[in-house]
Structure formats: C-alpha cells, structure tokens
C-alpha cells in the first residue's frame, strides 16, 4: 500500500502556533522512509494523521486508496493494516514475550486470517517470529517487565509485524539506544522483512545519520516536507 497525502493542513486547537501543510506527499507501496526533522518540527504529528489518529482540518491522507483521514473512526482499519512500534514499545508489562506478540492478532481478524497461513495458531506463529528474530525460548513466557532493552526490541519489532501489515509506522524506537543497539534495532526490523513480505514503512527519528539504512528521506521542518516523495 503507499500513502498519498494531498492538500493537507494540520493544527491543534490548543497551539495554533504550529501547523503542518503538506500540498503533496507520495509514499509508494514497499518504500522504506525515513523521515526526519528537528525536535516539535511535526514528525509524530504527522506519523498520527497518517495513522488516523489525528484528523486534518482540510485535505487529506489516503492509505492504499483509503481515506484515513476523513471523520470516522479508524480503529479497526488501523489495526488490519497498520503496525506501530513506538518510542519506549509500549509493551504490556504485565503479559508474556508471546502474549505481547501475539496481542495484534486479536485485534484484527484480517491480520490473525492472514498469520495462520504460517502457524496453527497466534502462539505457534508467535513463536516464529520468536525464532526469526533472536529471541530465546527460555524468555516467550515471561513477563516483558523481566525484559532487557534489546530484549524488547525485538518483541516491539514482532508485535508490529505479526500477521504481515501492509504498513509499518514507526516513531523513534531508536532514540533512547546507544549506536550499536540502533544498528541491532535497524538490521533485526529489515530482516524481518522477507521477499514476500515488503511493507511500506515510515520511520521517525530527528536523527538524519539513520538515512543509510532507507532508501528514501523525506524531512520536516516546521511542519513543511521536503525530500522524497514531495512534488
Ligand atoms: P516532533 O515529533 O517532530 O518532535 P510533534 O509532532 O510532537 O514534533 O510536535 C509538533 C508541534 O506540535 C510542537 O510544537 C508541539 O508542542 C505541538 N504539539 C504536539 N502535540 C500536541 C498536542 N497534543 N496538543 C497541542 N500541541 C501539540
Ligand atoms: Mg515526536
């Protein structure tokens, strides 16, 4: 899926000092974006419009043909669609590494259907991407509260691509890791991505230096866009 975002003007109600407008934004389908700017120039402002969690005043932001951004409720397309990682994980501190990973499943009904084309069941598959990405069996059933900080990486990077979501937000997972976590964190998140399975990924961080590890750079400054994909 790609993201068009056209015509977009962003505020919020309680600082109209900052706005974001984006007249034209073209994501393709399979790109890997990063997308990077100074702190408060918009990033998460605007990873949150993409994900249909905060809605423009006027233009739009469509998610492979589908409006994201119009006035009603996102909740489940997001999470047919959509994997976040997020800056600290937000993992669930008191569930199991499995229960965490296979959290995603439950939620979405397209994304379980499509998981179980490669396990038996949410744990089973669980335990898949628990191989593919390093993380011991000793650990599956312990609680994420246990976790190391590489540890829970690893279960963040699962969670948000168990049953194969087409997109991938992400929104600086790497800015509390020292250099050789984030170069663990970026190599174990692309070998997860596998020739079958290609999604579209939008990747936040203020530091511009990750650009090595995408194909593509879009910045944002105050709330402007410029680099890839801005026509
Ligand atoms: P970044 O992720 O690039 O650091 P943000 O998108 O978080 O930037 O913030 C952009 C601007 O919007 C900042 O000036 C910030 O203070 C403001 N802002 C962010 N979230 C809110 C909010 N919920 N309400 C009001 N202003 C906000
Ligand atoms: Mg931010």
């Known amino acids: 899926m790609g993201i068009h975002s056209q015509d977009l003007v962003f505020s919020y109600k309680q600082d109209p000092s900052f706005s974001i407008a984006v007249p034209n934004w073209q994501v393709q389908s399979g ?25 423009p005043e006027s233009g739009g932001v469509t998610v492979g043909g589908h409006s994201v951004s119009g006035s009603g409720n996102t909740d489940q397309w997001r999470a047919d669609h959509m994997g976040i990682v997020f800056q600290l994980f937000n993992l669930i501190e008191y569930l199991s590494v499995l229960d965490n990973i296979a959290l995603p499943l439950a939620l979405s009904k397209t994304r379980q259907a499509r998981a179980l084309q490669q396990g038996a069941t949410s744990v089973a598959v669980a335990h898949q991407w628990c191989d593919q990405l390093g993380i011991a069996p000793g650990l599956r059933t312990q609680c994420v509260g246990r976790l190391s900080v590489g540890q829970r990486q690893r279960v963040a990077i699962a969670r948000a691509l168990i049953g194969e979501p087409a997109i991938i937000l992400a929104d600086e997972p790497t800015s509390a890791l020292d250099l050789a976590n984030t170069e663990r964190f ?46």
């Open 186 to 231: 970026m190599d174990t998140l692309w070998s997860a991505c596998h020739a079958a399975y290609q999604p579209t990924v939008v990747f936040v961080s203020h530091d511009a230096g990750l650009h090595r590890y995408f194909d593509h750079t879009t910045t944002i400054n105050a709330g402007v866009l410029g680099g890839y994909g801005v026509a």
């Open 31 to 55: 790109d890997r974006v990063l997308l990077t700017g100074p702190s408060g120039s918009g990033k998460t402002t605007l990873l949150s419009i993409i994900a249909g969690l905060a809605k």
